[in-house]
């Protein structure tokens, strides 16, 4: 199994920048995807980016042209990159990481962004 753990989070004024992180330890190499989500008070848990094994990465269209995921292999980091922030992108943000045979979460990470 895997154990994911996000940092970066925070307060940020809207229009700002935050880069989110989730290190991944443990039984990495079967790793497919991994994935962003994001959580806001009384809404659904959200897919906002994903990034294959070969790097193909995907956005949910909120975030396009805003966000970037990217991943270090070498240090089996995962990074979301957060630019022009907006008091709705407001969230716990969350990593997922998939294999064939299971899905790991991480604990989540809060974002607030002010207006």
């Known amino acids: 199994q895997v154990q994911l753990v996000e940092s970066g989070g925070g307060l940020v004024q809207a229009g700002g920048s935050a880069r989110l992180s989730c290190a991944a330890s443990?039984?990495?190499?079967?790793?497919?995807?991994m994935h962003w989500y994001r959580q806001a008070p009384g809404n659904q848990r959200e897919l906002v980016a994903s990034?294959?094994?070969?790097?193909?990465?995907n956005y949910v269209d909120l975030v396009k042209g805003r966000f970037t995921i990217s991943r270090d292999n070498a240090k089996n980091t995962v990074y979301l990159q957060m630019n022009s922030l907006k008091p709705e992108d407001t969230a716990v943000y969350y990593c997922?990481?998939?294999?064939?045979?299971?899905?790991?979460w991480g604990q989540g990470t809060q974002v607030t962004v002010s207006s």
């Open positions: 443990g039984t990495t190499f079967n790793i497919k995807l």
């Open positions: 990034i294959s094994s070969d790097g193909t990465t």
């Open positions: 997922a990481a998939v294999s064939l045979y299971w899905t790991a």
